[in-house]
């Protein structure tokens, strides 16, 4: 079973994203950013669903840069879902390296469709 990681500082969020999920692939949950890096290198997920503003040392861009400068986690599909809709923000999501980037507020229908796609 592939395996995902939801790092989002609101549980609503991780939440609604673990129940739209949690049928076809193993869940894993952080609150922060220093516990989704901890996660994932525990847990070795196939994608991260992760927010930009999250609480603690890391924010979701300092963890992108983080797994995609890792040897070991740098494949992993990364989907930013944030409320920062800026085309900046967007641009940012980009050259950060994010595989998707999602609007809050979002369709889990859509990211769900977008990893069933990625995770095939």
Do not use: C
């Amino acid at each position: 079973m592939k395996k995902i990681l939801i790092a989002d500082d609101h549980p609503d969020i991780r939440r609604l994203l673990s129940i739209t999920l949690g049928g076809e692939y193993q869940i894993f949950e952080a609150n922060d950013g220093v516990s989704a890096l901890q996660a994932l290198r525990e847990h070795r997920p196939d994608a991260l669903v992760l927010d930009i503003m999250m609480p603690g040392a890391l924010d979701g861009l300092q963890v992108l840069d983080r797994v995609k400068a890792d040897p070991d986690l740098k494949s992993t599909l990364v989907a930013m879902v944030t409320a920062r809709g800026q085309a900046a923000d967007y641009r940012a999501g980009q050259e950060h390296g994010a595989d998707a980037y999602f609007i809050k507020p979002f369709s889990p229908l859509q990211v769900v469709n977008w990893l069933r796609e990625k995770l095939k």
